[in-house]
């Protein structure tokens, strides 16, 4: 039976965040030959609008209001019912950012609705849509079903592949003025500590730094492979509690979950907190003096050493053999 | 104040996790109060310490969370309920988060603390819903907070940034690693926490219809992610075996 499927766009620094293209195809996969409506919210979003139609969705709903240009819980909420309202949806699909696992629920609880979090992939089973998602900090997986209402679910950033861009496609983009009052919450100051440049939620390859790495500076090396690389840098806990990087660096449970192509672990002992956060990456890397260190139980391939001996050899050897190619 | 932390019982992901019959073994597991409880359970302690008022500690599940929650208690917590659910037949976050809004429905509360994430079933719904089911704000994966009469003002993680925000009681948080950390339960702690009130409730203590609170999804299967077969480690020279890592890399895993 087809659906209408409703998907929430994010955007960050003015820019779309990948996962909302992810969202977008998962939400087709559900509509099953229905129409996806994806819903952005706040201001001047025209353009955003029309890059989610060219990902694949049918048509844009833009909810309009000048206090949704930051999220707050309570603007989101008041914001999505209406839209929901209008389009008395079949299904709804959110990232698994923190916007997404901040509203989803709060929306589930307001629709009572199920939710499937943190989903990894999804595919169709007769009548039903069946979702699969790690659970166990990542040790198993399950497969779930919606049983009543609303297919509602978040998606793991990452995991689901987005369509083909068509710049041909088209649809329309249309504004709904919103209704948005009362935020019980609210944004005094935003410190900002992500680093520009790649997303860690949404890089392909990853240079993930540890304890092992001893200092600050011992973050210097794993960087320069990381630019040879086009990486993103990564960290265990240990190193941001060691103050050798910064928090917003942190992977694992606690921190950001990232499924790269390519996760080159560097000095990381393999805690289950830490592999919670990234092992489910394809392809996993590991750089430690420990031969017994439980990195190795989830790496592909392993190198027993110094890793001031080793990542400066292998920026060299990527350099050399990536120049020729 | 009266500050509620709402506590999950849960495996213990450091032990080995195995399945059986279709599910995740519970033979050999431990079991622990959920990490990010932890925090709530500390922070609600520091603030009625700050500002007067009892912490009370509540959880849904089995008469088995009875020792999770003197764990609470030894700790410093004040009182404890069992929301017994034993007999209930089908639960997802949907219920534990209604059977959890009816028991609020008559109490007093000025801070609700729960976990940003149960590392078993991780979904992080619980708190959010609740606060909903309350009608109260909330704030999520909070990493420290101040209360000044009603006024509070919170700094959260979002993805790495700070958020610093302001709001006000009646309200409900959820815990973040970096919000503080939690004390062991110390001897005496543990001797007191023994005359400490733990009341059970029954669901039909609670104004609940089993059919109102019936999950919404159903888990179908749970299974191990494929064996990875083992991992290359490779010997040699140093030299050779990063030349070796990159060729593989390249040609192999064809990553780059
Ligand atoms: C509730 C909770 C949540 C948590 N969340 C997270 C999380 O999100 N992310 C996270 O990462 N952790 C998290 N942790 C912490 C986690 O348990 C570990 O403490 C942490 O991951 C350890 O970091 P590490 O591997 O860098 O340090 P260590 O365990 O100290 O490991 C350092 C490693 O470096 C190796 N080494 C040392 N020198 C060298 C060298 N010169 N060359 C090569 N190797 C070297 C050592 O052999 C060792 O294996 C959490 C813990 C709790 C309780
Ligand atoms: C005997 C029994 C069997 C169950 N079997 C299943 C099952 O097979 N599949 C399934 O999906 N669910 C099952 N449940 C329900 C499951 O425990 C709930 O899904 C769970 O309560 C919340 O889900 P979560 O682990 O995603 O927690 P999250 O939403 O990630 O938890 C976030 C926070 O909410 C609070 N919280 C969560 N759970 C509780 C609780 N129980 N009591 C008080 N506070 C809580 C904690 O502060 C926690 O840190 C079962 C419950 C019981 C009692």
Redesign the interface.
């Known amino acids: 039976m087809s659906k209408k499927v409703l998907v929430l766009g994010e955007v960050r620094d003015g820019e779309l965040r990948n996962v909302s293209f992810e969202a977008i195809a998962a939400a087709k996969e559900i509509s099953s030959g229905g129409e996806v409506v994806a819903v952005l919210c706040g201001e001047g979003l025209n353009e955003a609008g029309k890059a989610l139609i060219h990902f694949g969705a049918d048509r844009v709903v833009l909810a309009e209001h000048s206090l949704l240009s930051t999220y707050s819980?309570?603007g989101y909420?008041q914001a999505l019912l209406q839209v929901i309202d209008q389009e008395k949806p079949d299904g709804l699909v959110l990232g698994h950012?923190?916007l997404g696992?901040?509203?989803?629920?709060?929306?589930?609880?307001?629709l009572?609705?199920?939710?499937?979090?943190?989903v990894t992939s999804l595919e169709q089973a007769g009548e039903n849509v069946?979702f699969t998602r790690?659970?166990?900090?990542?040790?198993?997986?399950?497969?779930?079903?919606?049983?009543?209402?609303l297919v509602f679910v978040t998606i793991r950033p990452n995991n689901i592949p987005p369509l083909e861009i068509d710049e041909s496609r088209s649809g329309d983009v249309a504004a709904l003025a919103v209704d948005v009052k009362d935020l019980?919450?609210?944004?005094?100051?935003?410190?900002?500590?992500?680093s520009t440049g790649v997303d860690l939620?949404e890089a392909k390859?990853i240079v993930a730094g540890g304890r092992g790495v001893k200092s600050e500076d011992g973050f210097k090396p794993l960087q320069e492979l990381a630019d040879v690389?086009g990486a993103a840098v990564g960290a265990s806990?240990g190193a941001c509690d060691a103050d050798y990087c910064?928090?917003?660096?942190?992977i694992g449970?606690?921190?950001?979950v990232v499924t790269p192509?390519?996760y080159i672990a560097c000095g990381i002992s393999g805690?289950?907190q830490h592999l919670?956060g990234m092992s489910n990456s394809?392809?996993?890397?590991?750089i430690n003096k420990d031969?017994e260190a439980s990195i190795?139980?989830?790496?592909?391939?392993?190198?027993?050493?110094d890793l001031f001996?080793?990542v400066p050899?292998?920026t060299e050897?990527?350099k050399n053999?990536?120049v020729k190619s | 104040m009266n500050l509620y932390v709402i506590l999950k019982r849960t495996?213990d992901?450091?032990e080995k996790?195995s399945?059986s019959n279709g599910a995740?073994s519970h033979d050999s597991a431990e079991y622990i109060i959920n990490p990010y409880d932890e925090y709530a359970i500390e922070e609600a302690i520091t603030l009625r310490d700050a500002h007067g008022g009892e912490v009370t500690v509540v959880t849904v599940g089995t008469e088995e969370s009875e020792k999770e929650l003197r764990t609470a208690l030894a700790m410093g917590a004040d009182k404890a309920v069992l929301i017994d659910t034993e007999e209930l037949e089908s639960t997802?976050?949907?219920t534990t988060?209604a059977v959890l809004a009816e028991f609020f429905k008559d109490k007093e509360y000025d801070l609700i603390l729960g976990g940003?994430?149960a590392?078993?079933?991780?979904?992080?719904?619980?708190?959010?819903?609740?606060?909903?089911?309350l009608g109260i704000?909330?704030?999520?994966?909070i990493t420290k907070i101040e209360v000044n009469g009603t006024d509070v003002f919170i700094e959260r993680?979002?993805?790495?940034?700070?958020?610093?925000?302001?709001?006000?009681l009646p309200l409900l948080v959820t815990a973040?690693?970096?919000l503080n950390e939690p004390r062991y339960s110390s001897l005496p702690g543990i001797m007191k926490a023994k005359k400490k009130p733990l009341e059970t409730l029954e669901i039909d203590d609670l104004d609940i219809d089993e059919e109102d609170v019936?999950?919404?999804?159903?888990?179908?299967?749970?299974?191990?992610?494929p064996k990875?077969e083992a991992?290359?480690?490779?010997s040699g020279e140093?030299?050779d075996?990063?030349?070796e890592?990159?060729?593989?890399?390249?040609s192999e895993?064809k990553?780059?």
């Open positions: 819980t309570d909420v950012t923190a696992k901040d509203l989803s629920p709060r929306l589930a609880a307001r009572k609705s199920g939710l499937i979090s943190d069946v790690p659970i166990y900090s990542g040790k198993a997986f399950e497969k779930k079903v919606i049983t009543d209402g019980r919450t609210v944004v005094k100051d935003v410190v900002r500590k992500a939620s390859i690389l806990r910064d928090y917003s660096l942190q449970q606690t921190g950001k192509d390519l805690a289950i919670a394809k392809v996993i890397v590991a031969p190795f139980s989830v790496a592909d391939y392993g190198i027993v050493g001996e080793v050899l292998l050897e990527f053999v990536l | 495996f992901t450091e996790i399945i995740i997802d976050q949907f988060s940003n994430v590392i078993d079933n991780g979904s992080g719904q619980v708190g959010p819903r609740l606060a909903e089911l704000p909330q704030v999520t994966t993680d979002v993805e790495g940034d700070v958020e610093k925000i302001e709001t006000s973040q690693q970096g019936a999950a919404k999804t159903k888990t179908v299967e749970v299974f191990m992610p990875k991992g290359k480690i490779l140093v030299n075996q990063v030349k890592l990159v060729s593989l890399l390249r895993a990553v780059i």
